[in-house]
T-cell receptor, first 121, second 110 residues
């Protein structure tokens, strides 16, 4: 079955750029049936939808984060990525990647295990 | 976009039924039949339990059901079990072609 795995630096300094990658295994990222999504969860708080990308490169971002986000996809590596610039302590969170089904039975499944990103000097 | 509104907590005894509400606007919950629900246990990734308002993905117990009326969606868990304890989040498609989550509801099984 399809599995997703996030990878990232763990610790990022304020004002710098956070870079995360999600590796998809057991299925192709080039499938027309799915979007590839980033979600985050600050410690002890709820989920926040960051945005998603289609294999062809189309992107949809959370309006509140749009100015600081760039998502990309690398079909040759079966990976998609998130860059969040000008980070502050408020960006400290567990970052999840997930597959978002299109068309019908629409939802996020499966999810990666998540990776904790701490913004601190 | 504003988060959908969920109660902070609900509780129930084993065997009982509980309902969690998720209130949005006509630009999200009320405008589309694209509401999904997720269950999250501590330290784990969320798990999809309901999609398209009332559809259960393969492998999800029929004790979980979803519905919608106007701008409010609801998740009902029947025959409450200890393993159902955790956090529950709703999510909806929006008129901006984005998605939004609810603030989450902590379910306690007494």
């Amino acid at each position: 079955q399809v599995q997703l795995q996030e990878s990232g630096p763990g610790l990022v300094k304020p004002s710098q750029t956070l870079s995360l990658t999600c590796t998809v295994s057991g299925g192709s990222i080039s499938s027309r049936d799915y979007y590839w999504t980033w979600i985050r969860q600050p410690p002890g708080k709820g989920l926040e939808w960051i945005g998603y990308i289609y294999y062809g490169g189309s992107t949809y971002y959370n309006p509140s984060l749009k100015r600081r986000i760039t998502m990309s996809v690398d079909t040759s590596k079966n990976q998609f990525s998130l860059k969040l610039n000008s980070v502050t302590a408020a960006d400290t969170a567990v970052y999840f990647c997930a597959r978002h089904r299109r068309g019908s039975m629409i939802g996020l499944d499966p999810w990666g295990q998540g990776t904790l990103i701490t913004v601190s000097s | 976009q504003s988060a959908l509104t969920q109660p902070a907590s609900v509780s129930g005894s084993p065997g009982q039924s509980i309902t969690i509400s998720c209130t949005g606007t006509s630009s999200d919950v009320g405008g589309y039949n694209y509401v999904s629900w997720y269950q999250q246990h501590p330290g784990k990734a969320p798990k999809l339990i309901i999609c398209d308002v009332n559809e259960r993905p393969s492998g999800i117990s029929n004790r979980f059901s979803g519905s919608k009326s106007g701008n409010t969606a609801s998740l009902t868990i029947s025959g409450l079990q200890a393993e159902d304890e955790g956090d529950y989040y709703c999510s909806s498609y929006t008129s901006s072609s984005t998605w939004v989550f609810g603030g989450g509801t902590k379910l306690t099984v007494l």
